[in-house]
């Protein structure tokens, strides 16, 4: 019953506050410091008065921050980052996370944090953990015809004929699809191409890759959900953009594309050194219990370069965390960025970074 069960965590986040370290006396006030919150908002949690019991992101803040002494060493308390923990701390985390999610109503069948090659490594949790455990399909774009024509094994009658082959976005969908089935190894994950969706493919968790050029069902969410970004197609490689606003707050954001001329053969030559990358996260609009994520692009490095934030070893944990602090409890949210291209290799983007963030919504005052 949800009534007591929030009591239940109420009661527990607020012995944690007074007898994990009875000697320090915490207040309140000193975990909304170290917490980056209101005082009000750990009262209501403590009280169990607020409506909505707090999000996966808090009470992991909760986990992580009482699964250590080193949390209150100094003058400054603080939450140590995942990387500073050490293999017992990360462990009693997990452990004091199960709980208070088990206690809000949300427990997982699953470890948050699974061990990696690397001994110093793990993954888990983040917004590519989906708690209810239910199907993900990840809906990608098909090749134009015009560009099939002429490459191997994209033909079905070819005995060698290669599916994958005719999908847009490989590089992102070979890396999403393997990402999302390590954070969730007992999860069905489908990839589906947008022209060849059967009726219930949508109603689950749903992934849409790739932009609005060659993706039906990418620019049919960005026209449905209430977001402030919107993605034009691309007629030419000069004219695809994302924009911000209306009217005289309407901002364009645009990939830098350099162009030159070869000395030798006088042909001109375009070389992209920067892209527009969008990463939205909201309620599925055909199903309202699952969610609906798109990644998109102007043009591919964009797409990849925003599957990369949230997959990349170096990256990926920054990025979570800065998620998980920026939209505390939100039903929607999204992250436009530049995805910086060096030598044609795409960089991760930062998202911790203001000079990689272009927009994010909601506004933070919001």
């Not at 999860?187 to 022209?195: G, K």
């Not at 039903?331 to 991760?348: E, K, M, P």
Request: glycine share 6%; with cysteine.
């Amino acid at each position: 019953m949800p009534e007591r069960s929030g009591a239940t965590l109420a009661l527990r986040l607020r012995t944690l506050r007074e007898n994990q370290w009875p000697d320090l006396k915490l207040t309140q006030r000193d975990l909304a410091t170290a917490f980056d919150a209101s005082v009000p908002l750990i009262s209501s949690w403590e009280s169990g008065r607020k409506p909505v019991a707090p999000p996966e992101s808090r009470l992991r803040a909760y986990a992580t921050f009482f699964a250590t002494g080193r949390s209150v060493q100094g003058d400054t308390h603080r939450i140590l980052d995942d990387t500073e923990l050490t293999a017992e701390e990360s462990s009693a985390r997990d452990e004091l996370l199960q709980e208070l999610l088990a206690l809000r109503g949300g427990s997982v069948t699953k470890p948050l944090r699974i061990p990696l090659a690397r001994s110093d490594d793990t993954i888990g949790g983040g917004p590519w953990f989906f708690e209810d455990q239910r199907p993900v399909t990840i809906v990608c774009a098909r090749l134009p015809q015009d560009l099939l024509q002429g490459m191997p094994y994209t033909d079905p009658n070819d005995p060698d004929y290669v599916r994958s082959y005719t999908y847009a976005d490989l590089d992102s969908l070979i890396e999403l699809h393997g990402h999302i089935r390590a954070v969730n190894p007992a999860v069905e994950v489908r990839i589906r191409p947008a022209d060849d969706l059967a009726d219930d493919d949508l109603s689950g968790h749903t992934v849409l890759l790739g932009g609005v050029d060659w993706n039906p069902v990418t620019r049919d969410i960005l026209r449905r959900a209430d977001l402030p970004v919107r993605q034009s197609e691309r007629p030419t490689d000069d004219e695809g953009l994302f924009e911000v606003g209306e009217g005289e707050t309407r901002q364009e954001f645009r990939p830098l594309v350099d162009e030159f001329e070869d000395p030798v053969t006088k042909k001109r030559t375009s070389t992209l050194r920067e892209d527009i990358g969008l990463f939205y996260r909201g309620r599925n609009p055909y199903n309202k219990l699952r969610t609906i994520t798109v990644c998109s692009g102007v043009f591919g490095r964009g797409t990849y370069g925003v599957v990369r934030a949230l997959t990349d070893t170096r990256f990926r944990d920054r990025n979570e965390r800065h998620l998980a602090e920026r939209f505390a409890g939100a039903d929607a949210y999204s992250v436009l960025a530049r995805v910086l291209i060096v030598n044609t290799t795409t960089q991760t983007p930062d998202w911790t970074s203001a000079a990689i963030r272009l927009h994010e919504w909601p506004e933070q005052d919001a």
